[in-house]
């Protein structure tokens, strides 16, 4: 049998939504113990309802896990998540920012109990110290506070959020990372370690196009729509097909010889208003008006198929129906199809972290609210059944 990566490792989740629930996705997904812990009512996500739009997400980001209920604002819930952490590796949260500490179960306090264990916290703008740290964050107010909004849209329009929650997502990988990287540390130093994501830190990086443009130019670059956003690449858009649309790019001179040859059109290669990058810059919109002229009358396969016979960077632009049910998603194992009680068939996706020679573990659904509470108790902090009893009648659990 394949052991995973983290195998042996115990983690506390208290995930909410996206961020710290996708993070315990990954630690689970390579072979982590992950103890979800969520309030006498559920966590976020669950708590909207068993059938709702959240009901998606709840089940792709909490499956492979144990849940357990606990009720961090009652004495006897703070004193019980004390004991657990003392048979634990890992406590990962992405609640608004103290919420742990106001209660005296934050980092300082829970690593006295377990000077080896991993606190991992991922909040809007980190812990430390700065004019923000105490503000709410969430993906739709990290795309604005970042500067992500202000280049995103129509150069006449207004600002524009990108409907994918990538802020979420990105803190979430980030956290994944610090964990590991913490409990790699841990194995020379036998120390734990407290992780501090900040979102706002974790999206900072994927303005670098654009503010490549802002430091070259000395402002920040016009909104671009679909093309460059620093508008010194072209091509570099989506263009319309027969039956949807296409996205192309071209990074480099020989792309962009391809693309010509591949549209039937060498001639346009010895074009003066196409010759370079700044020609075809200076003559984007005649250059886009010559592109789609080809792409217009092809449908979304025959244009890639033509585009990538010849070495051009393009694909289709898919709706949500072709990307669950996408061959190459399918064929690599990272979406799977599975039953959900109320959602019918859904696809259901693996870790993104693989390695050549370790598969990921089959996907079991997610847990029921506390399913593993009375389990968990007796394993880690060695309560009787009738200590649990009286938990669950103080409502601590």
């Not at 499956?63 to 209920?69: A, D, G, L, Q, R």
């Not at 430390?128 to 740290?133: K, V």
């Not at 994944?176 to 194995?187: D, K, N, P, S």
Request: glycine share 8%.
């Amino acid at each position: 049998m394949q052991e995973q990566p983290l195998s042996g490792v115990t983690v506390l989740d208290f995930g909410q939504v996206y961020n710290g629930p996708y993070c315990g996705f990954l630690l689970a997904q390579a072979g982590a113990r992950v103890i979800k812990v969520e309030s006498l009512i559920g966590e976020t996500l669950r708590s909207r309802g068993a059938k709702s739009t959240a009901s998606y997400p709840f089940a792709i980001l909490n499956v492979n896990k144990e849940s357990i209920t606990l009720n961090i604002k009652s004495a006897q819930g703070q004193a019980l998540l004390k004991q657990l952490v003392t048979k634990v590796d890992v406590v990962l949260e992405n609640f608004a920012p103290g919420t742990m500490a106001k209660y005296g179960i934050g980092a300082d306090q829970l690593r006295a109990c377990n000077p080896q264990l991993i606190y991992a916290s991922s909040t809007g703008y980190g812990n430390a110290p700065g004019p923000y740290r105490d503000y709410l964050g969430m993906d739709i107010t990290l795309q604005a506070m970042t500067g992500v909004m202000s280049i995103t849209g129509e150069e006449h329009s207004t600002p524009l959020k990108t409907a994918a929650a990538f802020a979420d997502f990105i803190a979430g990988t980030h956290l994944y990372a610090g964990i590991v990287t913490a409990l790699f540390a841990r194995e020379h130093s036998f120390e734990g370690a407290s992780v501090d994501i900040s979102m706002q830190d974790c999206v900072f990086p994927t303005l670098a196009t654009a503010l490549g443009s802002f430091y070259l130019h000395g402002e920040p670059p016009k909104r671009a729509g679909n093309r460059h956003p620093g508008r010194s690449l072209a091509p570099y858009n989506v263009y319309v097909a027969a039956d949807g649309h296409v996205a192309i790019i071209a990074i480099r001179e020989g792309h962009w010889r391809k693309l010509c040859t591949a549209m039937g059109r060498s001639e346009l290669i010895d074009d003066h208003r196409y010759k370079d990058f700044t020609a075809r810059c200076e003559n984007m919109q005649a250059l886009d008006a010559e592109i789609t002229r080809w792409t217009a009358t092809h449908t979304r396969a025959e244009i890639l198929a033509q585009t990538q016979a010849h070495g051009v960077i393009c694909a289709p632009v898919q709706d949500l129906q072709d990307v669950v049910n996408d061959p190459h998603l399918q064929a690599r194992g990272t979406l799977k199809s599975t039953r959900h009680e109320h959602l019918g068939s859904i696809a259901q996706m693996q870790t993104a972290i693989r390695f050549t020679d370790i598969d990921p573990p089959e996907l079991t659904e997610p847990p029921g609210l506390g399913a593993h509470t009375r389990r968990v108790l007796a394993e880690l902090a060695g309560l009787s059944d009738q200590d649990i009893d009286v938990l669950y009648q103080a409502e601590a659990i």
